[in-house]
């Protein structure tokens, strides 16, 4: 683990300015996504002064201004667009080191985040989910993929019986205009609002970050 879990709120000065661009933008399914709902194109591909302008406030909650002037690192930034029933969450973890949401659907705060481990006092995942792993992704990557969304009570079906393996321990609000950072290694999941309309997002996934220090193996070091 790299870094802690960390909530902001305001992120953006004028959020509607972030509204309006992804209202502009075309989103689409890519073929076998294992995410719902869709995707902009990648956001440095978009408007790259505002791609490195979001990247660095992110990691300046971790890092001195001095210390930005010597990290490097890679970055996925989109939009995702979420539609209203299209929400079987699935516990996962994401590719990279940090991903980083930020909530762009004013008036929507029962939806959120939630950052969970597996209820198994190991650490490790129980007999019963490798069992059900497989039946969660299967139902998962077709429900997702289905454009009638035919199937979509079985796949909340599935997904609830795997979520259920895991306890939460940080819950995410997704409080209007507020930043949600974790470990991408982190198991996680998406809440709904089963009544909300389009949920609106802007998630990064930071990948190869090259820095002086990472603030959670730093911590450790001091021993109590």
């Keep these: ?111 959120g985040t939630s950052v969970v481990v597996p209820t198994d006092e190991t650490g490790f995942f129980l007999p019963q989910q490798s069992t059900n792993t497989k039946d969660a992704t299967d139902a998962k990557i077709k429900g997702i993929n289905d454009p009638e969304n035919t199937d979509i009570n079985k796949t909340r079906e599935a997904s609830d019986k795997y979520n259920n393996t895991f306890k939460e321990v940080t819950r995410f609000n997704s409080i209007f205009n507020s930043l949600s950072m974790f470990n991408s290694s982190s198991f996680h999941q998406a809440h709904f609002n089963p009544s909300g309309g389009e949920r609106l997002t802007l998630i990064s996934f930071f990948h190869d970050i090259s820095a002086p220090r990472f603030p959670v193996p730093e911590a450790l070091r001091i021993r109590i």
């Design 1 to 111: 683990m790299y870094f802690p879990s960390v909530h902001v709120e305001n992120f953006f000065e004028n959020p509607y300015r972030i509204i309006n661009l992804a209202k502009s933008l075309s989103f689409k399914k890519e073929d076998n996504q294992n995410y719902p709902g869709v995707r902009s194109r990648p956001i440095d591909q978009i408007n790259y002064e505002l791609f490195q302008y979001i990247c660095g406030k992110q990691l300046s909650y971790f890092y001195s201004r001095q210390e930005m002037e010597s990290i490097s690192y890679r970055c996925e930034m989109q939009f995702q667009l979420i539609p209203q029933g299209e929400n079987a969450a699935f516990v996962h973890t994401d590719h990279g080191i940090l991903t980083t949401i930020i909530y762009l659907t004013p008036d929507e705060e029962e939806s």
